[in-house]
């Protein structure tokens, strides 16, 4: 007999909503958290995008801490001297909300303590060490030696996951599949805020960046959000153009963004909270690795489920629905009292239906493009030196758009042609 | 703002016993990128007089270094015991 | 003959992250609902010199706290550091104690044993930090003290122990019953394993309320405190400010701070 019917390692929003979907069903769970408290160790932009909690706290909007609800999204290109943007503003996310800001350690708590209240039991200040194994199947964990056992292991490490990489369930990670995340926190007051990015009451503003300014051809991308009095900036650097610039320091990239001149403006006035960096999930549909096995099963960052570009960063609802269906298929596995590979693979199947795989499927190979010198220097080049002469009083009389465009592209640097057929690309992928 | 400034706002549990990340200095001696200085988001490696400085203390466990060093010189794991950083935000 | 096993009691107070305290500038109390908390470090030292006494002797280590029902973190910490039983003194009654009713609340939860033989406090705590408790509990037992303990061993029924002192390391030997106040960082804690923190939360700690430590509820908490707050002024945080020089620019800096009234001249 095991000690526990499932455990979960690691209480993030993977980890926490598997153990809340499965305690509250009734089966016997350990979740175990390296962190003390909870979220201590982790980082997010970060915005909660979609309504994936509501299947395992129905009334999530009114009790999680959430910060603010996203009103303004708005996407931009950064280049030296200019930032050109859609803003996007609408009324309509008010009585649907697409996304909420939050603060880790606050999310991850509320999470944890929702999962102790549903029945299983929360060890915070603990790091697991190792997959225990016997016959080729894993069945508990080790820690400082001794080791737990349990029918089945919920890898919930995030994206750098140690024990599943020892046990070879997972590949290193590498240049391609993880960037870095570094980010400032800064307190600004909630008046302020509202000032200043236009909002009301609890709306919110969530920007994401291009950072078209950087030198040395590293590229990176940026995100500004609102939370209730404090604003979270930060950046996602590309590990394989800073590389090969070989010369820029990662700490300084963060310092060039938060002193755009468009940026620092923003949080201006504001006190520095909190400086902290963690890794970015960044590989593609290619490189997720088999979700379940024997005894096991994988979720969130650690199975490859979440999506970041430099354009868009989403990772916390894919960790939340995906430790959902784990969940599920571990219910109905405790059923069959059946947790083989084969049985487990009901897991994979839920999966396959779900957003979780299928925008992973569907953007595939798009990192590509959009860690690509097409969007991080030419679309930007191109489109300030088109605005600028379409813009600006020159006293001559005003060329065709079409002009200004071929002119401009000239001095991106880019042939149409390349243009053209990245464009096509991005386009079919988008 | 100068990264120290930053890191000196951070709440850390140092670890006195376990240091979780150790270089092995033979490798590093021979380094031609010293890829980690560059990397490292909290400064926890510096190039002193041509050798390699890491403290751990510093460190915030974002993985990077482990990555970063193509050489096979970091050796990589958790803290132990709630040990190390520790963020009020996240 | 039969040799009963020592019984050993460890004070531990669970406090505010030192580094994240919070006053409330309305009304000056801490705020304890921005902060974490975490156990007294001083206590973690203190329960560590316990358990490398039980490591050698046959020994009963019982952590007894004061404190409100999120203590129970702490609670569950130091069992699966090693304590045997874990009581927590929480009651209303209790709530906004002074030094006074803290250390005769603890005394009277002691008391209740009967037999004791070693007291173990941390030296201070990081929130109030006045070094109070150990010794008011001491003297409500009526027993000998040993307070800012480097090092603690115990043989035969005596305590042999270094006091760090300002002017050098003092060795005392004292018979037991005897509560001993521990130095921050005199040792370094025993990890909680997985394996004994799920005892523990199975264990489970207790909770006493005024009626079981035996007290009424007009001699402890706020009503049984002699001290009043009068007021609280919040420290007013002053600028500061650093600039490198070099040596020939350290006339001109002498001048500046001396214009800002940041120094004096002798004769003023
Ligand atoms: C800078 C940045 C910005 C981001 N912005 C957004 C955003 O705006 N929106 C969004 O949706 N996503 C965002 N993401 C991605 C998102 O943070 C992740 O996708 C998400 O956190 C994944 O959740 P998870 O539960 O899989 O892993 P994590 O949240 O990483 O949780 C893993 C947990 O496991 C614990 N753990 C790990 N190993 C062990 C072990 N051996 N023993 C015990 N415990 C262990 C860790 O301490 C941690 O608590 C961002 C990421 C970063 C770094
Ligand atoms: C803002 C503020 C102002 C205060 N002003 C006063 C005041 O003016 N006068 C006054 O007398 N009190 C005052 N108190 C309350 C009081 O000082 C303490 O909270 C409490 O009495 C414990 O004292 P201490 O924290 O200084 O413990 P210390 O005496 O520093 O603690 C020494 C050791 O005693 C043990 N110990 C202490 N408290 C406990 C406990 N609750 N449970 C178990 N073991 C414990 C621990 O081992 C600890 O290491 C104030 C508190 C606050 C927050
Ligand atoms: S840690 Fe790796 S990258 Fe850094 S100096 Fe050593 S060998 Fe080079
Ligand atoms: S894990 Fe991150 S913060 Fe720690 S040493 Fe490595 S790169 Fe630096």
């Known amino acids: 007999m095991s000690e526990f019917d499932v455990i979960v390692v690691g209480a993030g929003p993977a980890g926490s909503s598997a153990a809340i979907k499965m305690a509250s069903q009734g089966l016997n769970v350990l979740l175990v958290e390296r962190g003390d408290p909870v979220g201590s160790k982790n980082v997010s932009g970060g915005i909660l995008w979609g309504n994936d909690l509501a299947a395992i706290i129905p009334d999530w909007e009114k009790s999680a801490p959430l910060e603010r609800y996203v009103e303004r999204k708005v996407t931009s290109f950064l280049t030296g001297d200019s ?52 016959d080729g199947r894993v069945v508990g964990i080790i820690n400082e030696g001794e080791t737990i056992t349990a029918d089945c292991v919920i890898l919930a490490e995030g994206a750098n996951p140690r024990v599943a990489m020892a046990a070879g369930l997972v590949g290193k990670p590498n240049d391609r599949t993880v960037g870095i995340g570094v980010k400032h926190v800064y307190k600004l007051g909630e008046n302020v805020i509202n000032e200043r990015f236009n909002l009301r009451g609890n709306a919110g503003f969530a920007g994401e960046y ?23 900036m930060g950046v996602v650097i590309n590990m394989e153009t800073l590389r090969k610039n070989g010369n820029t320091h990662s700490f300084d990239i963060m310092e060039k963004f938060a002193q755009h001149p468009f940026i620092s403006g ?16 960044e590989g593609g549909y290619e490189d997720m690795p088999r979700a379940y096995g024997n005894g096991y099963m994988l979720v969130g960052d650690t199975a490859g489920f979440s999506f970041s570009n430099g354009m868009i960063l989403q990772g916390m609802n894919y960790a939340i629905s995906s430790g959902i269906l784990a969940g599920e298929a571990a219910i109905e596995a405790k059923k069959d009292n059946d947790f083989s590979a084969e049985s487990l693979s009901r897991y994979q199947k839920k999966l396959d239906n779900s957003p979780a795989v299928l925008d992973k499927k569907n953007f595939q190979g798009i990192n590509n493009v959009v860690w690509s010198p097409m969007v991080h220097r030419a679309i930007p080049a191109l489109l300030e030196s088109s605005l600028y002469s379409m813009l600006y009083e020159t006293g001559n009389p005003k060329k065709h758009l ?29 | 703002m100068e990264i120290e400034e930053k890191l000196a706002l951070l709440n850390y549990k140092t670890d006195p016993e376990y240091e979780h990340i150790t270089i092995n200095p033979k490798i590093c001696e021979t380094c031609p990128d010293h890829f980690c200085t560059f990397a490292c988001p909290a400064k926890c490696y510096t190039l002193i007089e041509g050798r390699i400085n890491f403290k751990y203390e510093d460190c915030v466990e974002c993985g990077t270094c482990d990555v970063a060093c193509a050489h096979g010189s970091v050796m990589w794991t958790n803290p132990k015991d709630s040990h190390g950083i520790k963020y009020k935000f996240g | 003959m039969i040799i009963l096993a020592l ?30 908390n975490v156990t007294n470090r001083a206590d ?8 490398q006494i039980k490591d050698k002797v046959d020994a009963h280590v019982t952590v007894i706290s004061m404190g409100p029902p999120q203590a129970e973190t702490t609670m569950i910490e130091c069992l699966a550091r090693g304590a045997d039983r874990a009581i927590l003194a929480s009651d209303r009654f209790f709530g906004g104690a002074d030094t006074y009713p803290t250390g005769l609340t603890l005394a009277a939860t002691i008391k209740t044993f009967g037999k004791f033989d070693i007291i173990f406090a941390g030296e201070e705590t990081s929130d109030s930090s006045t070094g109070h408790v150990g010794p008011g509990v001491a003297e409500f037992l009526d027993i000998d003290q040993i307070t800012y303990a480097s090092k603690v061993d115990f043989k035969d029924g005596y305590i042999t122990a270094e006091r760090e002192l300002e002017d050098g390391t003092e060795v005392v030997r004292v018979p037991t019953p005897v509560l001993i106040t521990v130095l921050l960082n005199s040792n370094v804690p025993r990890r909680q394993t997985l394996r004994r923190k799920i005892d523990a939360m199975k264990q489970g700690f207790e909770s006493w309320d005024h009626e079981k430590v035996g007290l009424q509820p007009e001699w402890v908490g706020v009503r049984g405190s002699p001290t009043i707050v009068r007021k609280m002024r919040p420290i007013k945080e002053r600028e500061r400010a650093a600039k490198k020089v070099d040596l020939a620019g350290i006339p001109d800096l002498v001048k500046e701070l001396y214009q800002k009234g940041a120094i004096k001249l002798e004769s003023e």
């Open chain 1, 83 to 134: 930032e050109i943007a859609i803003d996007f503003k609408t009324k309509k996310f008010q009585e649907k909300k697409t996304g909420y800001s939050v603060l880790r350690t606050r999310l991850d708590s509320f999470l944890a303590r929702k999962a102790s209240q549903s029945g299983a039991m929360v060890i915070t200040g603990v790091t697991v060490d190792a997959l225990a194994m016997k």
């Open chain 1, 210 to 232: 291009v950072l078209s300014f950087l030198e040395g051809g590293v590229y990176a991308g940026g995100f500004l959000y609102t939370n209730k009095d404090t604003v979270s």
């Open chain 1, 266 to 281: 923003l949080v201006e006035g504001g006190q520095l909270q909190e400086y902290s960096a963690h890794f970015v999930y």
């Open chain 1, 402 to 430: 079409s002009q200004i465009m071929m002119k401009s592209l000239k001095s991106s640097g880019m042939n149409s042609k390349d243009l053209m057929l990245q464009g096509y690309r991005l386009m079919r992928r988008m």
């Open chain 3, 7 to 36: 019984e050993i009691i460890v004070l531990v107070k669970q406090v505010p992250d030192s580094q994240e305290v919070v006053i409330d500038p309305v009304t000056m109390n801490l705020n304890r609902s921005l902060t974490r």
């Open chain 3, 44 to 51: 973690e030292n203190a329960l560590e010199a316990a358990l």
